[in-house]
């Protein structure tokens, strides 16, 4: 999902929590625009993900990073980067004169980036690293068949 750049309203830092602390204060200011995370991962290597939000609920997401994902899978890796101390979040707005885009636009445009305000509940955060760890743990125990002779 190619999110056009909206106005920097603020930045804030990466770290544990830092992802649920932005997520409750654009609820809490019923912010339209996105929030967007961004780290380096290494020499050439970025993640970038973003939240869409209309009026303090969240509509969409996307993350970048070893791969593309859009709404509920885009979640997980988009916490787990917010999670760095070398994690930027920025707070973009498309709300000035010159502006011709709109969250509602990007909604339109991106259906598959859809998530829903419960999926970004701290209950529903809380769970999505668990069932990651619990989903990688069954793929690595999945054995090859054997071979029949």
Known sequence: MRIPVGRLVRKASGGPGALQKGLAECEREAFSGYLEVRRRRGPGAHERGAVVFREGAPILADFEGDEALEGRPALSPLIR?????????????????????SVDHLARFFPGAAVAPADLEPRALLRLPRLLRLRSEASATVEAPSRCW
């Open 81 to 101: 980067a917010s999670e760095s101390r070398d994690a930027v979040l920025e707070f973009r707005s498309f709300a000035y004169a010159s502006s011709s885009v």
